[in-house]
């Protein structure tokens, strides 16, 4: 069975300092895989989506970016937080062919300070 | 472009009535239809998918949904809530015409009255 890790659960950072957030999933190939977030008390945006090792799609433009280096791994990271950047960050997967149900990781809550 | 609408961003049930949590949707092509929950502090989780065939879906927890093309619907329900249904509920859309995206409704909260 397919199962999707991320770390770490719970980071609180100063602005002005670098982020790195780490999505691995298990038991599947060639994934599509998704970074969101959730700001307090609102719903899911899109930040980034990957179809395949080295291709990232940006939904947001701002001071967040996204890699991909391994099939099955999937990267956050930020050169410089702002405030706004505290939310909810989920990740999740996808088979690469429709109906593309997306299964979700236990998420990270970041708080910047 | 598929759109999702969640009508009431708050429910309120009492503990034992019927749960009915509302999603239209807009889409060019046909649909695969989605309902998600999320507990605070948890990832989403899938309770059900529509994607062909009976339109009446069943999904976990008790809960099911059903595709409605003419009403552009896909309303989430339950017989009976359990305080343990308390939770955020999302709607979501996606086609199959190389667009990998889901599209998120704004989410309804559900709280459960003993």
């Known amino acids: 069975s397919q199962t999707i890790h991320q770390w770490p659960a719970t980071l609180v950072q100063p602005v002005g300092s670098p982020l790195s957030l780490e999505c691995t999933v298990e038991g599947t190939s060639n994934p599509n895989l998704y970074w969101y977030r959730q700001a307090a008390g609102r719903g899911l945006q899109l930040l980034f989506y990957?179809?395949?090792?080295?291709?990232i799609s940006s939904e947001v433009p701002q001071n967040l970016s996204a890699s991909r280096p391994q099939d099955r791994q999937f990267i956050l990271s930020s050169k410089k937080l702002l405030l706004s950047d505290s939310g909810f960050y989920l990740c999740?997967?996808?088979?690469?062919?429709?109906?593309?149900?997306?299964?979700f990781g236990p998420g990270t809550r970041l708080t910047v300070t | 472009a598929q759109s999702v609408t969640q009508l009431g961003s708050h429910v309120s049930v009492s503990e034992g009535a019927l749960v009915l949590l509302r999603c239209n949707y807009s889409?060019?092509?046909?649909?695969?239809l989605f309902w998600y929950v999320q507990y605070p502090n948890q990832g989403l989780q899938l309770l059900l998918k529509y994607t062909t065939g009976a339109t009446l879906v069943k999904g976990i927890n008790g809960f099911e949904a059903e595709f409605k093309k003419s009403e552009t619907s896909f309303h989430l329900t339950k017989p009976s809530a359990h305080m343990s249904d308390a939770a955020e509920y999302f709607c979501?859309?996606?086609?199959?015409?190389?667009?990998?995206?889901?599209?998120f409704g704004t989410g309804t909260r559900l709280t459960i009255i003993p």
């Open positions: 889409s060019s092509v046909p649909p695969y």
């Open positions: 999740a997967w996808s088979l690469s062919a429709g109906p593309y149900e997306q299964y």
């Open positions: 990957s179809v395949g090792i080295g291709q």
């Open positions: 979501a859309v996606s086609v199959n015409f190389g667009n990998e995206k889901l599209t």
